[in-house]
């Protein structure tokens, strides 16, 4: 295993956790996007009242649940898709994960993924014995076979949204090879600023055809489900259909009673609005703090993090190291390449009292 896969990065923090942990006030963990929030009483109701499902459940999910994915997608993002063409998924990093291999790529593929990326992405191509490759600039690698390429708007670390037209510039590289694009789509409703994240398979990007796309979606961050591993994959029904048969041999089912909180979390926009403004509140407090201590935040235009530097800190880990003595933990920006060895990422996710504590703890 550990000649086929990077060690796990965030096992790298443990020494700075523990000088974070040992200030008088306590931990303020801002290293990873884990929400600390309540899952809506509607969502456990759901869970609940499904609780008596001794049968298996299906892997392509309820004809209702598939329903309301679509729903979800049509009313929030322009997106139209046939049911049909959805699937939940248990969790978004699973199917991040296991995408190639589930597509049936190995040995002779090659698979892009952005220069600064979720870790998983890389993984994901290892498992399945692909080529990897790191490149904001799919349009620039010229004849070179790819058999698929991730992108990821809004992007974590940086939260960077990709505009319209370099989506489809990215789409039309794809088709004209043969490649399957797949885009990580799990901060798309959170925007900020006016920022308005865009879905591959809105029509304005894909010509209105699905052919050759996969969109991911999650409930992790929208409605506080990350302990739920509630997720979904959206487009070109023929894709779906394979990853369907996949893993109906592989038993990859969501759970039936996280399907029906899915259902209630998908049909409820009300309490995604809630999340969502405590979220925007988090931030504007965070950001100023950061910003009023000398910190640079760029990028950061959606998703659930700040990406940040300090102007007198030589590199992530001297940045890391100089949170953690004042008790908060950030992750460092080498984590996701080698482009992010100046920044860190510094997460909306915990409570409002902590993001305080750490707010008057950057004041000085």
């Known amino acids: 295993m550990a000649d086929r896969l990077p060690t796990f990065p965030w096992d790298r923090l443990s020494e700075y956790k523990t000088t974070a942990a040992a200030h008088p006030d306590g931990l303020v963990d801002l290293s990873v ?17 499904a609780a008596d499902a001794p049968a298996y459940p299906a892997t392509y999910g309820t004809p209702e649940l598939r329903e309301s994915i679509a729903g979800w997608l049509h009313r929030q993002h322009g997106v139209t898709v046939d049911p049909a063409a959805t699937l939940p998924t248990t969790g978004s990093k699973e199917l991040v994960a296991w995408l190639p291999t589930l597509l049936g790529l190995g040995a002779g593929d090659t ?29 620039s690698l ?28 990215v789409v039309e590289w794809a088709r004209e090879r043969g490649a399957i694009v797949a885009s990580d789509e799990c901060y798309i409703d959170l925007g ?25 979606h999650s409930l992790s961050k929208r409605s506080n489900l990350a302990g739920y591993r509630a997720a979904s994959v959206a487009g070109d029904p023929d894709l779906v259909a394979e990853l369907l048969a996949v893993r109906k041999h592989a038993g990859m089912i969501v759970p039936a009673p996280v399907q029906a909180a899915m259902r209630a979390a998908l049909d409820d926009d009300e309490h995604a609005r809630e999340q969502r403004e405590r979220y925007a ?26 990406w940040a530097h300090h102007p007198d800190h030589a590199d992530a880990w001297e940045s890391v190291a100089a949170l953690a003595k004042q008790g908060i933990l ?12 100046r920044n860190v990422r510094l997460a ?5 009292e902590r993001v305080a504590a750490a707010a008057a703890r950057l004041a000085g």
């Open 192 to 216: 900020w600023d006016g920022v308005q994240p865009r879905s591959v398979l809105h029509p304005d990007v894909c010509g209105g055809s699905h052919e050759g796309l996969l969109a991911l």
């Open 111 to 139: 698979v892009v993924y952005p220069e600064l990326a979720y870790p998983t992405y890389d993984v994901g191509v290892r498992l399945a014995g692909a080529a990897p490759v790191a490149s904001d600039g799919v349009t």
């Open 330 to 341: 950030a992750a460092p920006g080498d984590f996701y390449g080698t482009a992010g060895r």
């Open 33 to 49: 996007g884990a929400p600390a929030d309540p899952v809506p009483q509607g969502l456990r109701a759901a869970l609940a009242e």
């Open 281 to 306: 509140a988090r931030r504007a407090r965070l950001r100023a703090a950061l910003e009023e201590a000398g910190w640079v935040i760029t990028h950061s235009e959606a998703g659930l993090y700040l």
């Open 142 to 169: 010229g004849p070179a076979p790819v058999s698929l390429v991730w992108i990821n708007s809004p992007a974590n670390p940086t939260g960077r949204v990709l505009g319209t037209e370099h989506l489809r510039k």
């Open 348 to 352: 909306l996710t915990a409570t409002d």
